[in-house]
């Protein structure tokens, strides 16, 4: 889980993270590369964070 900062908000994943560590941890599916990076993943998404891809990934796995 990410950690939190002061006002107890989640901070934001660095835009250097790779994808497949991402799809490790969350266990999800972004169809992409591995070694992608989170900023290019979301330039590809029209700039959507994280948290939206993350959810969308959890319904299509509901469904299937």
Do not use: C, W
């Not at 660095?14 to 330039?43: I, P």
Request: charged share 40%; aromatic share 4%; proline share 2%.
């Amino acid at each position: 889980m990410r950690s939190r900062n002061e006002n107890s908000r989640y901070r934001q994943k660095r835009g250097e993270a790779q994808a497949g560590n991402l799809e490790k941890k969350y266990g999800s599916d972004f169809g992409v590369r591995s070694d992608m990076k989170l900023e290019t993943l979301r330039r590809q998404t029209d700039g959507e964070s994280l948290t939206p891809m993350l959810k969308e990934q959890h319904v299509k796995n509901l469904i299937e």
